[in-house]
């Protein structure tokens, strides 16, 4: 069996899958019925473990030579670098950072410094304000902001982007997925139109990234920005970059960190021990791989084959999801019904206000979010209110079918 494609791959061993989460143990995990994982994931017990082995062993100022110094230094390079490996990046591309939202606002500081007034960026009316209110705030600096919009169904046309575009564009950026949408928007193909024209691309993949690791380089993003509280793992942003790219860049952290690529667009001292507790992500990917499957491919190769079972049984989650919302006039999906084109993320509208809602779900034990998600601009494009909001269920491969139920029982006796 290969990871790229040729061979089939098993379905996931739910009750295993399950028991790698600590809070599914838990008496209230178990109970409640999370329908929130667009807002964050369960962590995995192998990132809690090298946590937790961190602050009792490492917690300490790290790259020293006595002992307790020195293993954090290597714990966090394990961290990075293993990572980086699964992402097919080097580990001198990915810079950590404390969320995605700061490290998405250091980078447009730096593009303000190096582009020339008149110079355009592209953004879109898809995305989380995290990544398109900093951009959009450069044109106080005289660089022109134009808007990418979304079609009536709330799809990025790659057409529509030829027409945006101009030869003074020098970036174009936009979501792998929305977290309202949720269609996956044809990267590669953007990334191609962008790059014809001579633009940087820059790609927030919070809502895609938990649903399986990209494999940034095949994507043709320059910049691919994802938060690991998301991917099973520690609170923290990671933005992979490429090489050249970070050295055109200014340099936003101190002047004597200049040379160092993983330092020059983190200026806050990073978390150690989340760096070093990123490896529990890649931990958690090897471990389902070796539990499913017999093979020694190298890391990028473990984790696509991973990102496949996963995406395959929460299509199947979607699907049933979708099947009920069907018999449902009184509710309005926003994106696609097609589950294959999303990610199981699925926004709702319904006549009451979608935080009520929420509220009501959860005296029936489905843990879910109403509001607009920070992504407004999407919801009123789509001829809704966001202060009305959006009832927004969202879940991942280790969701079980009985859950998708029990929130399908609980919709139906709260409205």
Known sequence: MSADGAGALPALDIDWVRAQFPAFSDPDGAETVFMENAGGSYAARHTIERLTDFYIRSKVQPYSAFPASARAGRLMDEGRGRLAEMLGVGEDELIVGPSTTQNAYVLAQAFGEMLEQGDEIVVTNQDHEANTGAWRRLADRGIVVKEWEVDATGRLDPDRLRAVMSPRTKLVTFPHASNIVAEINPVAEIAAIAHAGGAVVCVDGVSAAPHGLPHVPSLGADIYLFSTYKTYGPHQGVMAIRR????????????????????????????????????????????????????????????????????????????????????????????????????????????????????????????????????????????????????????????????????????????
């Open 244 to 415: 050249g790219l970070n050295r055109r860049l200014p340099n936003q952290g101190h002047g004597f960190n200049d040379a160092y690529l993983t330092k020059r667009l983190c200026p806050a001292g990073p978390d150690h021990a989340q760096i070093a507790a990123l490896a529990g992500i890649a931990d958690y990917i090897d471990a389902v791989y070796a539990h499913h499957i017999r093979g020694n491919e190298g890391p990028a190769e473990r984790s696509a084959a991973v990102a496949r079972m996963m995406r395959m049984r929460e299509a199947a989650l979607t699907e049933r999801l979708m099947a009920f919302l069907d018999t449902r006039a009184d509710l309005t999906m926003l994106g696609p019904r097609d589950a294959e084109r999303r990610e199981p993320t699925v926004a709702l509208v319904h006549a009451r206000p979608a935080g009520e809602l929420a509220d009501a779900l959860a005296e029936h034990g489905v843990g879910a979010g109403g509001s607009s998600f920070y992504s407004p601009r999407v919801i009123r494009a789509l001829g809704h209110d966001p202060e009305h909001g959006v009832l927004r269920l969202s879940f991942l491969h280790y969701t079980t079918e009985e859950e998708i139920d029990r929130t399908c029982r609980a919709l139906e006796a709260v409205l």
